[in-house]
Each structure stands twice: as C-alpha cells, then as structure tokens.
C-alpha cells in the first residue's frame, strides 16, 4: 500500500498546474501525480491551437473570463521565469459579410465588458496589415498570442518533480472509493492511500467522478478537432492570428488560421463528434464510448439542438473542399494542393442532461476530494488561476 498526503490523477496541464499550486500551498506535503500515458501533455495540453486567448469570447462574470484574463498573463511570466520561447502576436477577427458585423460588435462590448484590449479595425486598415486576408471589418486583440503548451507542462513536471513530487507514468486509476479517513485509488501496480485528491481526468472525468461516488449530471462528448497544416506559402503568410467572426449557430469559435511556435501556419479545427474518447483518426472507435454517448439523453438533445451545423461539420471532415471553403472565406488565394494533414486534438466537452454545452468551467467536490469536470479552451491558458481556485477549494484557503 503506497501512501500521498495529495494525489493529482491526470497529468495535463490543469494537473501539472495544480501539482505545482498545491506543493506551494503545502511544501512539505507527500505530492504524488498520476498520468496513465508514458509521459505527460499527451492529449488536450499537446493537442490544441497553441494560442494564450486574451478572453474576448466569454460571458462577463463567467470563470472562463476570469481565469483565462488572468492566465494570459500568467502563462507570460511563467515562461519569462523559466526561459520558454512565446510570440505576442496579436489576432484579428475578421468579418467577410455584412451580416457579421453586428456579431462583431457584440464581441466587441463583451471583450470591453471582461476589460480585455480590444480594437475596432477598418477594411483599408485590415487590408494593410493583412494583404493576404479578406475582410469588411475586424477587431484586433493585442493581447492574444502563442506559446507551445506541451513545452510548458514538461517544464511544470520537472519543477514539480525538482521540488521533492512524484510524477509516476503509466499508472492508471481504475477506481477509488472514499471514506471517512481519505481515498483509496485502485491502481494495476496496487492500491494507493491519500488524504485528498484532485481529479483532471479531461476525456474520463464523467467517469472518474462516478467511480468515487459521485452522480455527475452531465458526460462527456467527445469532438475532434481536425487541422491541417499550410504548404507552399511565404513566412509573412499573415502576421497575426486569423479568426473567422464566430457563428452563433454553431458552439464552438470556427476554423482559424493559426501561426505556430518555430515556425509555418495550421488552420483548424473543426468540430465532429468522435466515436471515441481519444479518438484522434477518423476511424478510432471505441464501442463502451459510443455505448456511452447514445445512453445520455443530453447526447441526442444536443444533436437536436445542433442538427444543422452538425451536419455542416461532417461534411466538412469528409470532404476537403468543403473544409477549404471555410478558409477560403478569409484567405481566397489558398487552395488545396495548400493543406497537409496535421494532427488533430480531441476536445472533452461536458454535455447536460438536457443537451446543453457546459460553457463555462466546472467543478464538482467529494467529500476529500474535487474533480475538474469541464475544462475545455480556454483552459491551457487559464491552467495557472484553475490551479489556484482548485488549491483554494480542495485546502480551504490554507
């Protein structure tokens, strides 16, 4: 029987995060973090845009606006203290149709309202710094850049590990139970005994909750996010990140054009249900995680809800000229000898009983224990004040 004061399940980078949160807090703790994969920031954390989202998009008052607005900065000074490369490079929102300039406004109030920097951009000024990109009107976002989020969770583990942590690999937690004195984890190399523990269990978190006791109202859906990286094209492409003016049918923010630590540009992703929880290839299928899906009711009232833009999507993934199409709307001179396959990621998105999208963060607590139930973008951003709300809750504010 191994003994933790804390145990951390889940070794992305909401979990290095908290390890490091929770080791600050209580430094003499015996820390222990388990990540099933062989190393760490396998999925989400190594698998996303690699954008630091300033927080334009999200409700005043939300926790996404509140972490993600104190993230951006955090994530800027954890890399200045500890020597990693990131590019303030800004981002333009562009609108390519009359239609989607009140929608542009409105993001503009909202990023005003979060007290986000946030600037209206003319079609001339638009078309000057961006001759490549078409666009009617923009906003411009000075504080939205990039960064290599799996480059910044191995340095969390080293840290973490350098400070007397234990990061073990490859140990998956099967199941648990608590009771009155702490948590007892169910491991294939043995049973491990703490006295609280935090969950950042991503695509299981649904599951892990219901394996410590827990009636999680909500599952998590699957989405994979697919990108494609760009070819043929000049290093000055585009100077900034180009995003598309978000469409309100549709739940999540479109394809954009992303420029990429070391170099080149990706766009992406989409958005189409994955027939498996780390289904990263279109032919990943998992029956138990299908099984899953179809059995919550809040799955066929979210496709309901999301019929047309469902489809949309589909078609999309399974035709690349569909997908083209997309970019093409505010990059018309790339085609399609242009897009190379790049890796894609899996977003783990809590769905509600009745079909909704949890928007916002979301956290449920056990009676030793707090599990990170919906932490989808813009949670790597965000990763650092995520931590600090969990040590918040899990220790009472010591």
């Known amino acids: 029987m191994r003994t933790a004061d804390l145990v951390i399940v889940g070794g992305g980078?909401?979990?290095?995060?908290?390890?490091?949160?929770?080791?600050?807090?209580?430094?003499?703790?015996?820390?222990?973090?388990?990540?099933?994969?062989?190393?760490?920031?396998?999925?989400?954390?190594?698998?996303?845009?690699?954008?630091?989202?300033?927080?334009?998009?999200?409700?005043?008052?939300?926790?996404?606006?509140?972490?993600?607005?104190?993230?951006a900065q955090a994530t800027r000074a954890f890399c200045d203290a500890h020597g990693l490369a990131y590019e303030d490079c800004g981002k333009l929102i562009v609108a390519t149709d009359e239609s989607e300039l009140p929608r542009m406004e409105a993001l503009f109030q909202r990023a005003s309202a979060n007290g986000i920097p946030i600037e209206r951009v003319t079609q001339a000024q638009a078309r000057d710094w961006e001759p490549n990109i078409a666009a009617i009107g923009a906003l411009w976002s000075p504080t939205t850049g990039i960064v290599d989020y799996a480059a910044v969770a191995r340095k969390m583990a080293d840290l973490f590990t350098a400070r007397g942590g234990t990061l073990e690999t490859g140990t998956d937690v099967v199941s648990g139970q608590e009771t009155a004195q702490g948590i007892t984890l169910t491991t294939p190399t043995g049973p491990i005994q703490a006295a609280k523990a935090v969950f950042c269990a991503g695509l299981h978190a649904d599951r892990m909750a219901a394996t410590m006791g827990l009636e999680p109202d909500f599952r998590i859906i699957p989405f994979r996010g697919e990108y494609f990286r760009i070819l043929n094209q000049p290093a000055d492409l585009?100077?900034?990140?180009?995003?598309?003016?978000?469409?309100?049918?549709?739940?999540?923010?479109?394809?954009?054009?992303?420029?990429?630590?070391?170099?080149?540009?990706?766009?992406?992703?989409?958005?189409?249900?994955?027939?498996?929880?780390?289904?990263?290839?279109?032919?990943?299928?998992?029956?138990?995680?299908?099984?899953?899906?179809?059995?919550?009711?809040?799955?066929?009232?979210?496709?309901?809800?999301?019929?047309?833009?469902?489809?949309?999507?589909?078609?999309?993934?399974?035709?690349?000229?569909?997908?083209?199409?997309?970019?093409q709307r505010y990059a018309p001179h790339l085609t399609r000898a242009d897009l190379a396959p790049y890796r894609a990621g899996v977003r783990a998105q809590a769905v509600a009983r009745d079909g909704r999208l949890i928007d916002d963060f979301l956290f449920l607590d056990g009676r030793h224990s707090l599990h990170v139930c919906n932490a989808p973008s813009p949670a790597a951003t965000a990763a650092l004040p995520i931590a600090s709300h969990i040590a918040d809750r899990l220790l009472g504010g010591t």
């Open 13 to 71: 980078i909401v979990g290095l995060a908290t390890a490091l949160a929770l080791q600050q807090r209580q430094p003499a703790a015996r820390i222990l973090l388990l990540e099933k994969e062989p190393s760490v920031a396998l999925h989400q954390t190594g698998r996303n845009s690699g954008v630091i989202h300033a927080g334009v998009y999200y409700p005043p008052g939300s926790l996404k606006a509140q972490f993600c607005r104190q993230g």
């Open 238 to 327: 585009v100077r900034r990140l180009i995003y598309p003016v978000p469409d309100p049918e549709r739940p999540f923010l479109g394809v954009h054009l992303t420029r990429k630590m070391g170099g080149g540009f990706t766009v992406g992703p989409n958005a189409v249900l994955a027939l498996k929880r780390e289904g990263y290839a279109r032919s990943d299928l998992s029956p138990r995680d299908l099984a899953a899906a179809f059995a919550w009711p809040g799955f066929w009232r979210m496709l309901a809800r999301n019929a047309r833009p469902a489809m949309g999507e589909f078609a999309a993934s399974i035709s690349t000229g569909l997908y083209l199409k997309k970019v």
